[in-house]
């Protein structure tokens, strides 16, 4: 298991470009977020998925759009880039259920680092 | 979901337990606790989970009260490795039906 994947690690944007952050797992986990990260902040939910098909808004989704057309894969797009998206940005997964052994603990991505100039 | 309080930092030395409080003082009766932490910028790794009942796994312990409305991380014998960000976080199953948001958590320092 590869876990949860996300690229691109770094990332350099102009002020009003658009870009993907991709984010794939390979654990079947119905349950899909992304979060930001700010210096000194704690992590800010901007989208998540309970399945394919269902996308609902965080605590801060302006400026973001998400979509899950597949349990692997739940992409954040950035439809015109602006300074203050500079962020880390980290997406998650879990199982929806604690059964069957499964813990419910979220497994996240090693983060992608994003710079809007 | 219930929210959760933590002390924005801590200070422990090596070898010794370092104790993390969290209050959850309005956690209903199906929500669990769970705890993570982050070293440096890398993606937040889980550490321990718990309903009612104290836990433990290889990682660390978790204490929580008897009227869930506080747990305690305990990190038995600190290293050097241990200095990360702690959060707490409350969850309820079917988990992703939640705005699930951290804290900003408990920055640990492990003092050599």
């Known amino acids: 298991n590869a876990g949860v994947t996300q690229t691109p690690k770094f990332q350099v944007l102009k002020t009003g470009q658009s870009m993907t952050l991709q984010c794939a797992q390979d654990?079947?986990?119905?349950?899909m977020s992304w979060y930001r990260q700010d210096p000194g902040m704690g992590l800010r939910l901007i989208h998540y998925s309970v399945g394919a098909g269902i996308t609902d808004q965080g605590e801060v989704p302006n400026g973001y759009n998400v979509s899950r057309s597949t349990t692997e894969d739940f992409p954040l797009r950035l439809l015109s880039a602006a300074p203050s998206q500079t962020s880390v940005y980290f997406c998650?997964?879990?199982?929806?259920?604690?059964?069957?052994?499964?813990?419910?603990?979220?497994?996240f991505g090693e983060g992608s680092r994003l710079t809007v100039l | 979901d219930a929210k959760t309080t933590q002390p924005p930092s801590m200070d422990c030395a090596e070898g010794r337990a370092a104790n993390l409080p969290c209050n959850h003082s309005?956690?209903?009766?199906?929500?669990?606790v769970y705890w993570y932490r982050q070293i440096h910028s890398q993606g937040p790794q889980y550490i321990i989970h718990g309903l009612k009942n104290n836990e433990t796994n290889e990682m660390a312990s978790l204490i929580i009260t008897e009227d869930r409305k506080s747990s305690t991380l305990i990190l038995p014998h600190a290293t050097l490795r241990d200095t990360a960000v702690y959060y707490c976080i409350v969850r309820v199953p079917p988990f992703g039906n939640e705005k699930l948001t951290f804290g900003t958590g408990t920055r640990l320092t492990i003092i050599p």
């Open positions: 998650a997964s879990s199982y929806s259920w604690v059964t069957g052994g499964r813990t419910g603990e979220l497994f």
């Open positions: 309005t956690i209903s009766g199906n929500e669990y």
């Open positions: 654990m079947n986990h119905e349950y």
